[in-house]
């Protein structure tokens, strides 16, 4: 008896919403303590998602979602480049 494959759910950090993974953005958060968008879904480190909307993106700044997923100090440097990371990805 073959059964439905399960989709995996992730929360984003801005909104809160469950969607689906593959609908989100993957932060990583490198061995080495670096940002970086993970746009594979698949890189070593520890992985927070986000919509591919820039209004999340404000509210995971305003709400310190970032610092709370990994649970350390991040710098305004780094929103920066998330954002201009966001436009890259078409928006």
Partial sequence: MPGTKKIPQRQCIGC???????????ILKSPEN????????KK?????YICNNPECL???I??????RSFKMAIDSS??????????????
């Fill in 58 to 60: 404000n509210k995971a």
């Fill in 62 to 67: 305003k709400q310190r979602g970032l610092e």
């Fill in 78 to 91: 780094v929103y920066d480049e998330l954002k201009k990371e966001f436009e890259k990805l078409g928006q």
């Fill in 34 to 41: 670096e940002i970086i968008v993970d746009t594979t879904g």
């Fill in 44 to 48: 070593n480190g520890r992985g927070a």
């Fill in 16 to 26: 809160g919403q469950m969607k689906d993974k593959k609908d989100l953005i993957r």
